[in-house]
Structures are given as structure tokens and as C-alpha cells.
């Protein structure tokens, strides 16, 4: 049965189902509801919660969690992720999985409480020190959102990664009727994890220490090896454009939602345009851009920001069209009138 939830609450509900049993966090909008929602459920389940003193405490509360096996989870803002990013690449470096929720304002420094996608390259880009990306989930429902939660908790078993989930502040706090996702049984095995004296079995070292340039190549080397099985296997995409469609337009989370629009205000109009909705920001679906459909002759990127996105978008059409950007940004939101009206101009 379905239930009306707010955007923040759903995250959670999705979270603990799957199987997350420590939460870290700290304060900050438009992401608040979620520690909130922790500290109140996480017990239920046999969890814990604690409110860090900083971003920085969080996320290096989040690799002793992880370092032990346990699923684990935390979540902020723009401001607040870009603090966790040095945890994030102790993390990575010790081939850590947990699952970090971004729910996107606008920026630079400290920005307003306004929804935004200026964050892409902070989370597409690894944001901390090092050779390492994470995968990168954008939703534009709240149920897609609770999926991609779930998934995000098997991708980061699976390959011993830290995973991102991005929203625009937006998507965090609307409210929708969805559902608890099916939860697969998991065969996670975690038997590399701290273990302490137990006599059990060997003891596990976790650390991303290794002084040595010859091994700490070999760990990059065999890292990047998973992350092109990552690129292999996780990528997804949401492609609508049609045989026919004149215009492609590019958008990722709440903005795909108006694009949607927009493209219908077009058909109107007599121009054919379709979507192609990015759900994976890493790994990127470049190979969406080089197979689309011959009738498209150009295409348009639509983010809130001052365009980040467009250059993977680039990157994957390899000059192969031209490509043109509307955006908004300083948490400005832009309407199907406007979006519809430039597509329009640049025929």
C-alpha cells in the first residue's frame, strides 16, 4: 500500500528496510529530516544513531562503523559533504561500503537553503584527495528515490565502495505517495571486516595506509579495475528520445521532471523532443549519447546550476551534435514555459 512521505523520511524508511543499522549525520537544511527520522526509528530495528559534534566526526564515525561490517549510512548538505570529503577518501582508500545522501542547496560556501544541482562535479568528481570516483545515484521520484537507497546498499556491498545518492533540496522535501521497495536476500559477505579478538577467525587489518609507491599503486591499480566493472554492469539511464525526435534534452533529477513538461508544451508546438535522464551521474551512460537516434539534430542540457553536467554530456556525443545549455542557478528553479521557449530558439 502506498503512503504519503516527505521526500527526507522516505530515504530512511528505505534505508533501515535494507538493512542499515548505524547512522552519523549532523544538522544542516534542507536535509534535517533525515537524522531526525533516524534518531526516532533507528532503534526500532536495533540500530544506532548519534549526532555527531561536526560533518567531519560523522564521517569518520561512519568508517569505524563500516571498518566493523555493519551497513551504514550518513547524510547532509553541500556545505557539509564538501567537509565529510577528506572521510570519504579515507573511505574509499581502505575499500570501505556505506552509503552517503546528499540533499543538494545552492552554493558556493555556504549558500541558501534553496534547492540546486551545483554539486554535480562535488560528487561526480570524487570531492576528496586521490584517484577514486564513487557511483552516484540521482532519482526524480521519491520512490525511485527509496529504490536507488536500496540498491545503493547492495552496489557498495558488492564492490566495497563508498555509494552516493544526490538530491536537489526539492525531491527531499516534497511529499508523494510510494511504497516500501521488495528487498532482496542479501549473500553480503563481510568477512574482511574488523573483527577484533574474537579467536574466530584471523584478524582483518582496515586501514588505507600504505606508504610504499609500488603497493599504493597496486591498491589504485585494483581499484580502477573494479571501477570499469562498475562502468560494465551499474550503469542506468532513462532514454525516452524516439525515433523522429528533433531536439534531445538532457536532465537529471526534480529538473527531469519539468523537462517532461516542457516537451510536451513543444509537441504542441509541432517540435518532437524526447528525454534522455541521466539516473547514474557515475558511471556516466556515455554510450546513450553516441547511439542516439539519427533524427535528433540537436541537444540541450537543462541543470540548476551554471551547467556541469553538460560536460559529460559533451564528452559522450564526442562533437558528434551540437549542444546547448539552459540552467538556473542560486536556487532558481526554471518552469516547462522557459525551458520549452529556449529549446524552441535554438532550432
Request: a negative charge; hydrophobic letters at 40%.
Amino acid at each position: 500500500m502506498k503512503i504519503l512521505m516527505k521526500g527526507n523520511e522516505a530515504i530512511c524508511d528505505a534505508a533501515i528496510k535494507a538493512g542499515c543499522r548505524a547512522f552519523f549525520g549532523y544538522p544542516i537544511t534542507p536535509q534535517n529530516e533525515i537524522p531526525e527520522y533516524m534518531a526516532a526509528k533507528l532503534a526500532d530495528s536495533g540500530g544506532v544513531f548519534v549526532q555527531a559534534e561536526s560533518e567531519v566526526a560523522a564521517i569518520n564515525m561512519v568508517y569505524g562503523a563500516a571498518a566493523a561490517g555493519v551497513r551504514v549510512m550518513t547524510s547532509s548538505s553541500s556545505p557539509g559533504i564538501a567537509l565529510k570529503q577528506e572521510g570519504v577518501s579515507y573511505l574509499v582508500g581502505a575499500d570501505l561500503p556505506c552509503v552517503i545522501v546528499s540533499v543538494s542547496r545552492s552554493g558556493p560556501g555556504l549558500g541558501g537553503i534553496l534547492p540546486a544541482q551545483s554539486d554535480y562535479f562535488q560528487a561526480t568528481r570524487g570531492g576528496g584527495n586521490g584517484d577514486y570516483y564513487l557511483p552516484v545515484y540521482a532519482p526524480f521520484s521519491i520512490q525511485e528515490a527509496m529504490n536507488l537507497v536500496v540498491k545503493a546498499f547492495d552496489v557498495a556491498d558488492e564492490y566495497r565502495t563508498p555509494v552516493m545518492v544526490l538530491l536537489d533540496g526539492m525531491l527531499g522535501q516534497m511529499m508523494e505517495p510510494c511504497m516500501l521497495p521488495e528487498i532482496k536476500a542479501s549473500n553480503y559477505d563481510n568477512s574482511w571486516a574488523a573483527n577484533g579478538n574474537s579467536g574466530k577467525r584471523p584478524r582483518n587489518t582496515i586501514t588505507s595506509l600504505n606508504l610504499k609507491g609500488e603497493g599504493l599503486e597496486a591498491m589504485n591499480i585494483r581499484r580502477f579495475k573494479t571501477y570499469d566493472t562498475i562502468k560494465e554492469k551499474e550503469i542506468m539511464v532513462d532514454n525516452r528520445v524516439q525515433d523522429g525526435d528533433e531536439v534531445a534534452i538532457v536532465a537529471y533529477g526534480t529538473p527531469a521532471r519539468i523537462a517532461l513538461n516542457a516537451i510536451e508544451m513543444l509537441k504542441e508546438q509541432g517540435i518532437k523532443a524526447g528525454l534522455v535522464r541521466p539516473v547514474t551521474l557515475w558511471p556516466f551512460p556515455y554510450d546513450t549519447f553516441q547511439n542516439l537516434t539519427s533524427s535528433v539534430k540537436r541537444v540541450v542540457v537543462c541543470e540548476l546550476s551554471m551547467g556541469q553536467m553538460i560536460d559529460d554530456v559533451k564528452i559522450g556525443l564526442a562533437g558528434k551534435l551540437p549542444v546547448s545549455f539552459y540552467g538556473r542557478t542560486g536556487g532558481m528553479i526554471f518552469e516547462p514555459e522557459e525551458v520549452a521557449a529556449y529549446v524552441k530558439s535554438c532550432i
